[in-house]
Nanobody, 124 residues
Framework: QVQLVESGGGLVHAGGSLRLSCAAS??????MGWFRQAPGKEREFVAA????????YYVDSVKGRFTISRDNAKTTVYLQMNSLKPEDTAVYYC???????????????????WGQGTQVTVPS
Protein backbone atom coordinates (compact mmCIF):
# COMPACT_ATOMS: atom_id res chain seq x y z
CA GLN A 1 0.00 0.00 0.00
CA VAL A 2 1.37 3.36 -1.01
CA GLN A 3 1.70 5.99 1.69
CA LEU A 4 3.15 9.48 1.72
CA VAL A 5 3.69 10.89 5.20
CA GLU A 6 4.68 14.53 5.62
CA SER A 7 6.32 16.11 8.63
CA GLY A 8 8.08 19.31 9.59
CA GLY A 9 5.36 21.93 9.40
CA GLY A 10 4.78 24.51 12.09
CA LEU A 11 4.71 28.18 12.95
CA VAL A 12 7.71 30.32 12.12
CA HIS A 13 8.18 34.07 12.03
CA ALA A 14 8.84 35.89 8.80
CA GLY A 15 12.40 35.40 7.64
CA GLY A 16 12.70 32.06 9.37
CA SER A 17 13.18 28.56 7.98
CA LEU A 18 11.43 25.22 8.02
CA ARG A 19 12.26 21.86 6.47
CA LEU A 20 9.44 19.63 5.32
CA SER A 21 9.92 15.91 4.81
CA CYS A 22 7.81 13.38 2.96
CA ALA A 23 8.49 9.69 3.41
CA ALA A 24 7.11 7.39 0.74
CA SER A 25 6.42 3.71 1.26
CA UNK A 26 5.08 1.03 -1.01
CA UNK A 27 6.97 1.96 -4.15
CA UNK A 28 9.48 4.34 -5.65
CA UNK A 29 8.42 7.29 -7.75
CA UNK A 30 9.76 9.00 -10.84
CA UNK A 31 8.54 12.38 -9.68
CA MET A 32 7.85 13.81 -6.25
CA GLY A 33 6.57 17.26 -5.57
CA TRP A 34 5.17 19.75 -3.12
CA PHE A 35 1.96 21.69 -3.52
CA ARG A 36 0.28 24.11 -1.13
CA GLN A 37 -3.21 25.35 -0.48
CA ALA A 38 -4.08 28.51 1.39
CA PRO A 39 -7.58 29.11 2.79
CA GLY A 40 -10.01 29.98 0.03
CA LYS A 41 -7.48 29.32 -2.72
CA GLU A 42 -6.79 26.51 -5.12
CA ARG A 43 -3.98 24.07 -4.54
CA GLU A 44 -0.87 25.36 -6.27
CA PHE A 45 2.41 23.87 -7.39
CA VAL A 46 5.47 24.73 -5.31
CA ALA A 47 8.33 22.47 -6.37
CA ALA A 48 9.09 19.08 -7.91
CA UNK A 49 12.02 16.75 -8.41
CA UNK A 50 11.96 14.38 -11.34
CA UNK A 51 13.87 11.62 -13.03
CA UNK A 52 17.10 9.78 -12.41
CA UNK A 53 18.95 13.05 -12.80
CA UNK A 54 16.86 14.70 -10.10
CA UNK A 55 15.86 17.68 -12.20
CA UNK A 56 14.14 20.33 -10.11
CA TYR A 57 11.31 22.73 -10.83
CA TYR A 58 9.94 25.66 -8.81
CA VAL A 59 7.14 28.17 -8.91
CA ASP A 60 8.60 31.63 -9.43
CA SER A 61 7.49 32.90 -6.02
CA VAL A 62 9.78 30.48 -4.16
CA LYS A 63 12.83 30.42 -6.42
CA GLY A 64 15.94 31.28 -4.45
CA ARG A 65 14.20 30.62 -1.13
CA PHE A 66 13.04 26.99 -1.31
CA THR A 67 15.07 23.93 -2.24
CA ILE A 68 13.66 20.51 -3.06
CA SER A 69 15.80 17.40 -2.73
CA ARG A 70 15.47 13.69 -2.11
CA ASP A 71 17.52 10.92 -0.61
CA ASN A 72 19.56 8.45 -2.62
CA ALA A 73 16.91 5.76 -2.28
CA LYS A 74 14.41 8.22 -3.75
CA THR A 75 11.91 7.41 -1.03
CA THR A 76 12.05 10.66 0.93
CA VAL A 77 11.67 14.15 -0.48
CA TYR A 78 12.53 17.32 1.39
CA LEU A 79 11.55 20.93 1.01
CA GLN A 80 13.94 23.36 2.67
CA MET A 81 12.13 26.67 3.05
CA ASN A 82 14.16 29.76 3.89
CA SER A 83 13.26 33.44 4.14
CA LEU A 84 9.65 32.51 4.78
CA LYS A 85 6.97 35.12 4.18
CA PRO A 86 3.38 35.44 5.43
CA GLU A 87 2.17 34.59 1.92
CA ASP A 88 3.82 31.16 2.27
CA THR A 89 1.20 30.27 4.88
CA ALA A 90 -0.70 27.22 3.65
CA VAL A 91 -1.19 23.51 4.04
CA TYR A 92 1.68 21.86 2.19
CA TYR A 93 1.04 18.55 0.43
CA CYS A 94 3.52 16.01 -0.80
CA UNK A 95 2.66 14.36 -4.11
CA UNK A 96 4.21 11.58 -6.15
CA UNK A 97 3.77 9.59 -9.30
CA UNK A 98 5.50 6.80 -11.16
CA UNK A 99 5.10 8.43 -14.56
CA UNK A 100 6.65 11.82 -14.98
CA UNK A 101 6.23 13.59 -18.30
CA UNK A 102 7.66 17.07 -18.11
CA UNK A 103 4.38 18.75 -19.01
CA UNK A 104 2.71 17.29 -15.91
CA UNK A 105 5.12 18.17 -13.14
CA UNK A 106 3.44 21.50 -12.29
CA UNK A 107 -0.12 20.18 -12.43
CA UNK A 108 -2.24 18.77 -9.62
CA UNK A 109 -3.57 16.23 -12.10
CA UNK A 110 -0.06 14.96 -12.79
CA UNK A 111 0.14 13.11 -9.47
CA UNK A 112 -1.77 10.03 -8.36
CA UNK A 113 -0.50 9.86 -4.78
CA TRP A 114 -0.87 12.51 -2.08
CA GLY A 115 0.02 12.95 1.55
CA GLN A 116 -2.32 14.24 4.22
CA GLY A 117 -0.78 17.72 4.36
CA THR A 118 1.16 19.67 6.94
CA GLN A 119 0.40 23.21 8.07
CA VAL A 120 2.94 25.98 7.64
CA THR A 121 2.09 29.30 9.28
CA VAL A 122 4.08 32.50 8.93
CA PRO A 123 2.33 35.27 10.89
CA SER A 124 2.21 38.72 9.36
Amino acid sequence: QVQLVESGGGLVHAGGSLRLSCAASGRTFSVMGWFRQAPGKEREFVAAIRGSGDFTYYVDSVKGRFTISRDNAKTTVYLQMNSLKPEDTAVYYCAADTWAPLQNVRSVTGYDYWGQGTQVTVPS
